[in-house]
């Protein structure tokens, strides 16, 4: 009895091992020092599901892979979406989104950040995928120079509502030449309170208008006319 149930454990823990895994999003990351998750010559890494998560209606021609590193994404089953265009003086830095998954409302899931400098992957701005609306996802980025971007990600907490973080952070990345090949390095991060959220103004209840009273015309006292006319 006992041999059965090892023989079963051990069943079970290599059927585990099979099971790929998922990462919750978490924007911890973004609170420590600087870590270095992006290594120089790295490959696309491949979509994490395939296919993609959500309804299929979310996917349909959302960017044309016009370019090498967008179709680069495209070949490793990443579906992109609002990928930013690089200013006229960068046009060797180049930033790619790309999801994997979508929610119920078609806002990207499994989404990556990826940067390519000259064609070549350079690395990501996250340590891991992001989806909407949770801690640590990707809301903007912009190329600032030949060798910085900066990003800027939601902060929730517990008592968060979905509509509404509570914080925003703004990252700094490099790009670093290591032994030649281009990679993306985290900088200094500031985070700020997102600020209340917003409030709809009241509409004002109109005041009834008075209905004026019927003017009556003045009473005209009767003519007196003379005797024996």
Known sequence: MARH??????????????????????????????????????????SPHKPPEGDQRCFDALVVPDTAAKQALVAA????????????????????????GADGMCRPNGYQA???V??????????EVMDSRTDGALIQSS???TNQIQAEYVRYKSQDPLCCPSA????????????????????????VPAGPPPTVAPIP?????????????????????????
């Open 5 to 46: 149930l090892t023989l079963v454990a051990s069943a079970l823990l290599m059927l585990l091992a099979f099971v790929p895994g998922q990462a919750a999003a978490d924007g911890s990351w973004l609170d420590g020092p600087a870590t270095d998750w992006n290594s120089p010559g790295n490959a696309v890494p491949q």
């Open 77 to 100: 089953g990443w579906f992109l979406f609002n990928s930013p265009s690089s200013p006229a003086a960068t046009p060797n830095l180049e930033i790619v989104l790309a999801q994997s």
């Open 114 to 116: 990826f940067v390519f």
């Open 118 to 127: 000259n064609g070549t992957f350079a690395g990501t701005l996250s340590p």
């Open 143 to 145: 190329v600032m120079s």
């Open 168 to 191: 925003r952070s703004t990252a700094t990345f490099e790009i670093a030449r290591v032994s030649g090949a281009p990679v993306v390095r985290r900088g200094p991060v500031s985070t």
């Open 205 to 229: 209840t109109p005041r009834p208008t008075a209905t004026p009273s019927p003017v009556r015309p003045p009473v005209q006292a009767p003519v007196q006319l003379p005797r024996g006319q």
